[in-house]
Nanobody, 121 residues
Framework: QVQLVESGGGLVQAGGSLRLSCAAS????????MRWYRQAPGKQRELVAS???????NYADSVKGRFTISRDNAKNTVYLQMNSLKPDDTAHYYC???????????????WGQGTQVTVSS
């Protein structure tokens, strides 16, 4: 069984920082793209950032220059460093990963349960 577990969420004042982690565990052969999404109450889930295995990244316009996604392939972990946080960043943050559990198997997308980030003004 494969699990993705997020951590690092919490309550922070506007202008503050948080670092989210998402660790994949279980019988994993390889992990391709890893992503962070977020969903605020009453809003659709949106892609925040993504990172390919070699390290190339993409960001939503709303977080460019403030958030940094990174990964540690040896630890099957993806991170999201969030700086200069705003109240609009308040949301439940989820990670997902495209991974295979055996050689030659196609990648399957797995999701974590998420972690809450609340930014007070």
């Amino acid at each position: 069984q494969v699990q993705l577990v997020e951590s690092g969420g919490g309550l922070v004042q506007a202008g503050g920082s948080l670092r989210l982690s998402c660790a994949a565990s279980g019988s994993i052969f390889s992990i391709g793209m890893m992503r962070w999404y977020r969903q605020a109450p009453g809003k659709q889930r949106e892609l925040v950032a993504s990172i390919a295995r070699p390290g190339s990244t993409n960001y939503a316009d709303s977080v460019k220059g403030r958030f940094t996604i990174s990964r540690d392939n040896a630890k099957n972990t993806v991170y999201l460093q969030m700086n200069s946080l705003k109240p609009d960043d308040t949301a439940h943050y989820y990670c997902n990963a495209d991974l295979s559990i055996r050689p030659y198997d196609p990648n399957i997308r797995y999701w974590g349960q998420g972690t809450q980030v609340t930014v007070s003004s």
